[in-house]
């Protein structure tokens, strides 16, 4: 073990770490406007994948397959709550998590009739030679991935600061009650919630199908990962998700490169425990899940 080592199971966990990042990013607003933790999140990231595949391999432009795939995510995001979500009359935490539940195995189910069992490819956004980094290697799709969270913070912000509907999210987070009452629609406050986190599910997926291919039943450890991360940073702090998605990705390079490939998954479910156990309300947020 030498330090180009250590700096590539550095350098792939904070590409991976991204991604967890921008699945918590979409789990956490979704959350905030609505008070429902979506468990189907990582589906959207898998559908987004295989369309982006397809759609390729159908001859569009990659561009266009991204932006379809983006589409996608957001349509189907939307698609679950207004079939499953929205109809509940005063929603109790337990049956708004057997909802989505029931949405992710549904999700699960049909990706597999319509794209089958076997993985789907997705080309990289950009050619060329990986990067030398002091010896360890970056692909230019894994700075792509890095650089569409940093840009995927900037939208947020523009969009939470500048716009009404983002603010009119911003007071549902705050208050949904006291929204209401100030002529905030809040039941369409939360149909655009599912949407934008859908469409940042689909963008995740987009980004890092060319690293790691689409496959049906990836959409649990995209799940698993992004609450880890949502819930490691704290619901109520973007920057807080996007650091304990970079946390959680780096660790769980490191656990599969020092130790073995096998405790990789374990990583997201022993710190999704420990936090819930130490500080409920992650290690930037406020909000606790209840």
Do not use: H, K
């Not at 597999?112 to 997705?122: F, H």
């Not at 919630?193 to 689909?202: D, E, I, N, S």
């Not at 780096?250 to 500080?279: C, D, K, N």
């Amino acid at each position: 073990m030498n330090s180009q080592d250590l700096l590539q199971y550095l350098l792939s966990g904070l590409t991976l770490g991204s991604v967890y990042a921008m699945v918590g990013l979409s789990l956490t607003i979704v959350f905030n406007a609505t008070g429902v933790v979506n468990f189907a999140q990582g589906e959207l990231v898998m559908v987004a994948g295989l369309v982006a595949a397809s759609t390729v391999a159908q001859g569009l432009p990659l561009l266009v397959a991204a932006a379809i795939a983006i589409v996608a995510g957001a349509l189907a995001a939307e698609a679950a709550y207004l079939v499953t979500v929205a109809p509940i009359r005063r929603p109790s935490l337990f049956s708004l998590i057997l909802v989505t539940l029931g949405v992710a195995i549904v999700t699960r189910s049909v990706a597999q009739l319509a794209w089958g069992t076997e993985a789907r490819a997705l080309p990289p956004f950009t050619g060329g030679e990986s990067i030398d980094v002091l010896g360890a290697s970056l692909t230019p799709q894994a700075i792509w991935v890095m650089a569409g969270t940093v840009a995927t913070m900037a939208c947020l912000y523009l969009f939470f600061s500048r716009t009404r509907v983002g603010q009119a999210m911003l007071a549902c987070s705050e208050n949904r009650e006291a929204a209401a009452l100030v002529g905030i629609d809040v039941r369409w406050v939360a149909a655009g919630a599912f949407a934008l986190g859908g469409a940042l599910a689909g963008l995740a997926g987009v980004l890092i199908t060319p690293i790691t291919s689409a496959v049906f039943s990836v959409g649990v450890t995209y799940t698993l990962a992004g609450f880890a991360a949502a819930v490691l940073g704290g619901f109520g702090s973007a920057p807080g998700v996007v650091v304990g998605g970079l946390v959680l990705g780096t660790l769980e390079s490191f656990a599969g490169g020092l130790v073995s490939s096998g405790y990789r998954e374990i990583v997201p479910l022993a710190a999704l425990v420990l936090v819930l156990m130490v500080r409920p309300g992650g290690l930037f947020g406020t909000r606790v899940l209840d």
